[in-house]
């Protein structure tokens, strides 16, 4: 596979060596290497992206779903090019940032008013700021594996781990929360949960779960934080609208970007009025806060994300879904996938796992990984998929159509073949 891989993408290993020069271990960004080294892409549209190297991949990531709508989306570019011919940003309201905030009250119910920030990280640092100052404590408590982006407090539970300003609990299991709630609740600020943890490998809670977690936050005295940076896709009204649960804060990210870098608080009036600059009880700014060009493109990536698309999409994931489990029997592979809207992880295993911790398919993983990229596919490495609104059914037939060959490659040159 990677000998493969090596011969089909020299480009991109040049690329990479350069990059390793002036980057520590050549990136950026955690989630955008991969052995033996990441693409070098230098152009994407609709659902496809091209690598230095020339070849053309069906992109099933969407940038870990940012790009709902897929690659140079004719809308977000037009509103964002229109918005950098006039000026990208200043220190000063813009129109554009109402518009969105107005958009996104519009859509989620427990959402009167919204802060923005440069991206889900900044959100949920800003969401710890809100319950930290609100309820006098410092600790925040949330599921093991649970993925809010790279503060350290967060990366602790990522991570699997308790830390002084961390606690965890067993993400599905009430129970879990309930007791540590009881036990240490009275230090802990607010509660971060995601209605399906993403990075942990697309598990979805269920109404109970994630209600009783907001009832048993309430009880102790703490805020109870939903981190829709991902799920708002699944639905107009995020994931909340529909279990039917209203958190006190809500985090927003990737999709209400359109491709540009953003992020968010949302949460009632009381709440955010903390931020009020007459009498500001938070000191939040950020030279690129609200910057006009995301607030342009967001509003068009948000405005084009009907339910009828939304049903669209996830119409498609199913369609996928059974393509990749017949493609997998048919080479012999024992494949579980972890489903739900337009998101899904696929595991190599008979029962469908997590992705956070040790993975006991981690080897296949990362050879799957490889030969679909040879074969034309772009996953994340980690087996996460996003579909986007641009995507039809013969693009789906063709997904498979090359997902069966990359699981026949490595069917046949079975464990550690190269
Ligand atoms: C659920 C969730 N929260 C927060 C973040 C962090 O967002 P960002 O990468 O924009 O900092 C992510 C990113 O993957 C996420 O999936």
Known sequence: MEARYRELTPGSARAFSEARRWLPGGSSRQAGYWHPYPLTFVRGEACYLWDLDGRRYIDLLGNYTALVHGHAYPPIVA???????????????????????????????????????????????????IARRWTGRDKVLMARGGYHGSLMEFETGFGGATGPLTGIAQYGDLGAFQKVLSEEGNSIAA???????????????????????????????????LDEVLTLRLAPGGRQAQLGVRPDLTLFGKMIGGGFPVGAVGGDQGLLELFNPDQPRIFHTGTFNANPVTMAAGIASVEALTADRIDQMDALAEKLKAGLRQAAIKAGLALSINHIGSIMNLFFSESSGTAYGQRDDGELMARFHLAALNHGLFLAPRGLIALSTVMTESIIDEVIERATDALLDIASTGPRAD
């Open 79 to 129: 509103a964002a090019r229109a918005r950098v011919d006039t000026g990208s940003c200043w220190a000063g309201n813009n129109e554009e940032q109402v518009r969105l905030a107005r958009l996104l009250v519009k859509r989620v119910d427990s959402v009167a008013q919204v802060r923005f920030t440069n991206s889900g990280t900044e959100a949920a640092n800003l969401a710890l700021m």
């Open 191 to 225: 509660v971060f949960i995601e209605p399906v943890m993403g990075a942990g490998g697309v598990i979805p809670g269920d109404a109970p779960f994630v209600e009783g977690v907001r009832q048993a936050a309430h009880s102790a005295g703490a805020l109870f934080v």
